[in-house]
């Protein structure tokens, strides 16, 4: 029988990371047994999931704790079964209030506890680093600013890149999106993604659709797609469509293919999150928006240290795409914003050889990088 190694993902974005990373573990290990919170993505590579992931995929601070309940004892479940039957190691990936709180608990009991992807640490609650120190064996960073502030807390760390800029093109295939979405001769291409969550596309869904109602007035031939990551996310779309009905705007909702969509568009307006990421990947320009809950917001902005939500800004280190946030995320706001980047190629230019340099920085193999941080506390283990 192969080691057993437990891991916990709960969003999309972690699910297929931790895929990627357990097919590369297990060109050192093919029978390795990999175990506990999971989504598709890692159970087509051969996880074993005991909870659904979707239970762990919770927005803010008012969301967390309407399920805290719930998600504590599926936490306290989840490590009696690991101190009974304990694993060779446990790797969370992200989910960090979830999984910190495990690791630090296997960490005292001799397992080692590996951590992928950092807290945000570098934008709020620094605070957080001594506990993280006392939790984790080893972290692994997406990005490489990160590790310098482990280092300097004393956890080992190791940077391993982002795993889209493995798989995403130097150069995107623009035209070829456009015919696989079917896109023509036309006017601008707006490419709308209100969010992965169902609490995000609920906050969003209104507002994007008041927004491209503006654009459309100024641009009669503009299309807009709306790729949507789930059945859920999509009925709650539609419904904000019937609702407004009266606006009559040409929005295409798509099933899936955000990248395509992404690529085929002129301009992109993305929630805050990964998939501001893959639009920087995909060299595309850009708005970010974010709408919560008036008490996360507050207390996020509170404990802020970086003036950025974006990744692309929070990367570059400055403002390269505009970020309209909460309350000033008005459809106006958000049409000038969406509108300025297709008045200014030269711009535009300047940001997609931005996009260029970052990809190229963020490009390191990150699954086979992770593997080889990760197989060293596996010796002696069963390895």
Known sequence: MGLRIAMVAGEASSDLLASHLIRALKRHLPDAEFFGIGGPKMQAAGFNSLWPAEKLSVHGYVDALKNYRELSAIRRSLLDRLLKDPPAAFIGVDAPDFSLWLERRLKDKGIPAIHFVSPSIWAWRKGRLKGIARAVSHMLCLFPFEPELYRTAGVPVSYVGHPLADVFPLVPDRAGARELLQIHKGGPVFTFLPGSRQSEVRNLAD?????????????????????????????????????????????????????????????????????????????????????????????????????????????AGREVVPEVLQDAATPQALADALDGWLTDPARTAELTTIFTDMHLQLRQDTAAKAAAAILPYLRGRGL
Do not use: C, Q
Not at 208 to 217: D, G, K, R, S
Not at 224 to 246: M, S
Not at 265 to 293: C, N
């Open 207 to 315: 507002t994007y659709i008041a927004t491209a109602a503006v654009l459309h007035e100024r641009h009669p031939d503009a299309r807009f797609l709306v790729p949507l990551a789930t059945r859920e996310t999509r009925l709650l779309f539609e419904e904000a469509l019937r609702r407004h009905a009266h606006l009559d705007v040409p929005i295409r909702i798509l099933f899936g293919h955000a990248v395509e969509a992404m690529t085929a568009a002129d301009v992109v307006l993305v929630a805050s999150g990964t998939a501001s990421l893959e639009a920087a990947l995909l060299k595309r320009p850009m708005v970010i928006t974010y709408k919560m809950g008036k008490w996360s917001f507050r207390l996020m902005r509170r404990m802020a240290y970086l003036p950025w939500v974006g990744l692309p800004n929070v990367l």
